[in-house]
Antibody, heavy 121, light 112 residues
């Protein structure tokens, strides 16, 4: 059974940093693209970025809205996806989801339950 | 960025009746391989989004055939026939043709 479980969310002050983790299980982690997607309360999801699979060299793409502040990485020995977030702003307040992207049919097929990040003083 | 505009913002439906949701793209979502890269997700209250339709008109595994998707290169429709109580939530269209991936603003389906 495919499982994704995010952790690391919480309350952080503006200008601060936070690292989120997503533990993956039930599939061959290195075969899949993995993404972070966030959703501010009551708003639509926003794609943040992707880290490709082993076959594609684990390269990354980012949403320009967060490029330079957020970094996606993966630990392929422990099957963990990371999101390093720096210089956080109030508008970064959201639920953060990790999601698996299947390159077969080209969509997000599994999402974690999400972790809440609140940026406030 | 490709902008997806959904309408209406909300829809109220009597159980057993049909509902339609529109999604308009600022750019053609037809790829060079002939695939229309438009997807529909449903987010039930307190849950993560779940896939309903992929590549504009293909039903995802386990999704009831009450759901159907159609459209052109830029205009898309999700139809739900015989709405049931479990269909309540927010529906999002999304495009995975280009980076950044983008989602529509959402359409909330409620029951009368």
């Amino acid at each position: 059974e495919v499982k994704l479980l995010e952790s690391g969310g919480g309350l952080v002050q503006p200008g601060g940093s936070l690292r989120l983790s997503c533990a993956a299980s039930g599939f061959t982690f290195t075969d899949f693209y993995m993404s972070w997607i966030r959703q501010p309360p009551g708003k639509a999801p926003e794609w943040l970025g992707v880290i490709r699979n082993k076959a594609n060299g684990y390269t990354t793409e980012y949403n320009p809205s967060v490029k330079g502040r957020f970094t996606i990485s993966r630990d392929n020995t422990q099957n963990i996806l990371y999101l390093q977030m720096n210089t956080l702003r109030a508008e970064d307040t959201a639920i953060y989801y990790c999601a698996r992207f299947t390159t077969g049919y080209w969509y997000f097929d599994f999402w974690g339950p999400g972790t809440m990040v609140t940026v406030s003083s | 960025d490709i902008v997806l505009t959904q309408a209406p913002l909300s829809v109220s439906v009597t159980p057993g009746e049909s509902a339609s949701i529109s999604c308009r793209s600022s750019k053609s979502l037809l790829s060079s391989k002939g695939i229309t890269s438009l997807y529909w997700y449903l987010q039930k209250p307190g849950k993560s989004p779940q896939l309903l339709i992929y590549r504009m008109s293909n039903l995802a595994s386990g999704v009831p055939d009450r759901f159907s998707g159609s459209g052109s290169e830029t205009d898309f429709t999700l139809k739900i026939s015989k709405v049931e109580t479990e269909d309540v939530g927010v529906y999002y269209c999304a495009q995975f043709l280009e980076y950044p991936r983008t989602f529509g603003g959402g359409t909330k389906l409620e029951l009368k």
